[in-house]
């Protein structure tokens, strides 16, 4: 069975706002589906109000929040009262840490990446600073920009708290195998394990329980909807940690973790990307009503393999041309490759080739996308950064051509 690529894009109205320009900067943010902005429209239209009170526009609004936290809690296999909804996965992030702190000592370890997004970097690093914990930082490798798990064991000690990572990076476009370097983490340390899916979410929605992590983050602009983040904390972690919410609000889980109120119409309209995925299953699948896990797990397999086929031409073509550096691995092979490709320009700026690229309809981007540490790690100037082309299923084949005619028309001086 393939993706029926014709029902996917008619779920997205902006597609055809413009059919010749190729959007090809997906990772900092995605088009909306239908589903979602009708839930928007509606909420905002008619239950633009205090939610949860007995008349009926406050109740409807209540009823389509808690729509929206159940779907979620299904579709994540968690507990309710695991789930945060909040503002951005940079603030959700930033609240954990400031949760956890006060459950670390002086002399206390955590490990953080210099491959991770800024938002799961710079909070855990401040933080530490303020508690006198040690930071042990697991580095990629000089030429890829890949995460080597042997590196991370080494770094693991009966002083480890927490362990930070990504599932994907932003700009190396890898899948870190989440489930094994739990399992290797738990084995060799008491430590906790975070992790940042948001590269990751537009392309998999994961079973927590089958990761085994303890907290995990990403936010849903990027997944086909509203501008909110969803982070996921074991609910046996929530006892031990301080919580950022007010004070009368402390015994509501749902609350702990959010330091000010829900912003009502967005978390309602969460619950029309999980529509969307229904309606996406329903199409290919058929009316079977296994659990939510099992029905995402279903187009995972749809999506990723048509996925696999938009990037693969372009890394072969990356890979093979010397006036570029390819960012990650330049194959898809393996299928733990998404289609969020970078590189660097060997003879031009990366804001030049994506400014050649934008004025050929291609709707890229250039920067250090908040992996600032990465990049400059890798030897690459952070202030002009890489050029980013990033993919997701509802991307199609003569897309990637336009992109591909583009790319060497930038390329050449």
Sequence with gaps: MRLDLNFVRDQFGQLADAPEFVFAAN??????????????????????VQPYERYESSNTAGVAMDRARSLWTQALDIDDDELTIGPSTSMNTYVLSQAISGTLNAGDEIVVTNQDHEANNGVWRRMAKERGVIVKEWQVDQDHGLLDPDALLALLSEKTRWVCFAHCSNIVGTLNPVELLVSMIKRNSPARVFVDAVALAPHRI?????????????SLYKVYGPHQSLMFVRRDLHDQLEPQCHYFNMGNANQM???????????????????????L????????????????????????????ELAAPILDYLSNDTRVRLIGKSTVKDHDRAPTISFAPMKQSARAVATKMQDMNIGTESGHFYAYRLLDDLGINPEDGVV??????????????????????????
Excluded at 27 to 43: E, P, T
Excluded at 206 to 218: A, H, K, M, S
Excluded at 281 to 291: D, E, I, S, W, Y
Excluded at 388 to 410: F, G
């Design 27 to 48: 990772a900092g943010g995605s088009y909306v589906a239908n589903q979602v902005n009708d839930m928007l429209a509606h909420y905002d239209r008619h239950t633009r």
């Design 206 to 218: 994961c079973n927590l329980r089958q990761l085994g992590v303890d907290g995990y983050v990403f």
């Design 257 to 279: 973790f959010n330091p000010a109120g829900p912003q009502h119409s967005l978390v309602a309209g969460c619950a029309g990307v999980i529509d969307y995925f229904q309606a």
């Design 281 to 308: 299953h329903l199409h290919h699948f058929g009316g079977a009503q296994q659990p939510l896990p099992e029905r995402l797990a279903d187009l995972h397999g749809l999506i990723s393999a048509h996925e696999d």
């Design 388 to 413: 980013r082309i990033s993919l997701v299923h509802y991307n199609q084949s003569a897309d990637v051509e336009k992109i591909l005619t583009a790319l060497d028309a930038s390329l050449t001086l």
